[in-house]
Nanobody, 124 residues
Framework: QVQLVESGGGLVQAGGSLTLSCAAS????????MGWFRQAPGKEREFVAG????????YYADSVKGRFTTSRDNAKNAAYLQMNSLKPEDTAVYYC?????????????????WGQGTQVTVSS
């Protein structure tokens, strides 16, 4: 089993930045692809970013491309999401997830393990 805990969310003004962290425990995530998803009130959960198990491949939703960067540190058993130039429409609960196949899957049902989420609120 893998336990994932997100942190780093909060309230920020439009144009600001936040860095989310995803700390894993229970098992090394070095062989897992790591993904970030978000869910706004009344909306479905959507893919934000993904990184392959070695970190060699990353993939982003069009809505965040050029503003968000995902990375990982397998030695620390952690993944990160750097969010710049935040917009009010980025407001959501952000989740990290682990995919045993190690790829940059964009579908939520490809991920076996999920964190509890962290709230990001961007004010205009």
């Amino acid at each position: 089993q893998v336990q994932l805990v997100e942190s780093g969310g909060g309230l920020v003004q439009a144009g600001g930045s936040l860095t989310l962290s995803c700390a894993a425990s229970g098992r090394t995530i070095s062989m897992y692809g790591m993904g970030w998803f978000r869910q706004a009130p009344g909306k479905e959960r959507e893919f934000v970013a993904g990184i392959s198990w070695r970190g060699g491949s990353t993939y982003y939703a069009d809505s965040v491309k050029g503003r968000f960067t995902t990375s990982r540190d397998n030695a620390k058993n952690a993944a990160y999401l750097q969010m710049n130039s935040l917009k009010p429409e980025d407001t959501a609960v952000y989740y990290c997830a682990a995919d045993l196949l190690g790829t940059t899957a964009t579908m939520a049902n490809s991920y076996e393990y999920w964190g509890q989420g962290t709230q990001v609120t961007v004010s205009s």
